[in-house]
Each structure stands twice: as structure tokens, then as C-alpha cells.
């Protein structure tokens, strides 16, 4: 299911497990950002903080785990580093732990693809990120619909069942019927 030697990871949540698969091959930066912080169980523990039906999941802020902060705006420690597979050179995040965008792959934010989420800003992307449940295809940084500009780095490769489980804990406003928790992510 996967293209070729990606890596794939295995997210267990409190409502069951899926398969991602990371684009190292399409969108190494911003794949290899994931890959550290999730090898690192940087998002063990982190919760859904958003969720909207027939949108997306989004998940990646450290506020939801330990309770300082509003969810939603926190990131990776700043100045923190990470290994790009693809050049194999190391990668430091900024000040404010955000990563550079990777507008480089015209990959459509289609159902089950992962993408970055930023606050609108160049170069605002850091750990969060989210998980298409419909076409959103106004959110792809080579569409001119909006703004947005929001970068395709993975997909989800097995257990769609449990992201429209995820799906329907959520609301129009986002909040979650539920806590729903990344329990662990590890390489498949």
C-alpha cells in the first residue's frame, strides 16, 4: 500500500490503531520533522484538539498533554533538531520550535492524507498537523481558492475505520465529545 520505501508507523489512539505512511520520497523535510518527533514519543500522550466532521482531525499540540497553554498553539521545544532521511543532514527547527515550509510537492490534501497545519503564516508549521476526512483541496498551498497553504507529507495507508470513528467524536466547533489520545507511535 505504501510508495515504494517509505516508512510507515502505526498509531495507536484510545479508539484503535492506523497505518500512516510518511512521503520521505515526495516531501523529505517535512516527513522527517513527523518522523522525529514521533520516534522521539514526542506525541505519545497528546489528544485530538480538533476535530470536525467531514474536515479533519488535528492532533500535534503538547498543551493537550501536559495542560499548560491553550491547546491549539503549542509546538516542539525550540531550536530542537531532527534528521532529514533523504539528505541524511540534520535539520534544526527555530526559536519557536516551527519548521520551514516544503511547497515543493503538488500533492492534493485529499481523504486520508496528513498535512500541516500552520497558523497561516510562512513558516508557522512545527508538530501539529491534521487528517483529511473530506477533499480539501482549497487547503493545498498550489491552490489559489485561499491563502492557505498547507503541505501533503503523508496518507494513511490502513484503518480509515478508526479515523471516521475519530471523526464522529468531534463537532462543528471542534471540540470532542471525548478525549480522544494518542497513546504511542512506532514504526511499523
Known sequence: MS?????????????????????????????????????????????????????????????????????GTGGPPGNSKFINLATKKEEKRDSGGKIKDELTAKISNEIG???????????????????????????????????SKHPVFGRVVAGMDVIKAIEKLGSQNGSTKKEIKMIKIEKA
Open 3 to 71: 510508495e515504494g520505501k517509505n516508512p510507515v508507523y502505526t498509531c495507536t489512539t484510545s479508539e484503535g490503531k492506523f497505518q500512516v505512511e510518511l512521503f520521505v520520497n515526495k516531501m523529505p523535510y517535512t516527513a522527517s520533522n513527523w518522523i522525529g518527533l514521533a520516534e522521539s514519543g514526542f506525541y505519545n500522550g497528546i489528544l485530538f484538539h480538533r476535530v470536525i466532521p467531514n474536515f479533519m482531525l488535528q492532533f500535534g499540540c503538547p498543551y493537550t498533554k501536559n495542560g499548560q497553554g491553550r491547546p
Open 113 to 147: 492524507t496528513l498535512s500541516m497545519a500552520n497558523t497561516g503564516r510562512p513558516n508557522s508549521g512545527g508538530s501539529q498537523f491534521f487528517i483529511n476526512v473530506r477533499h480539501n483541496s482549497f487547503l493545498d498551498f498550489f491552490d489559489d481558492q485561499t491563502k
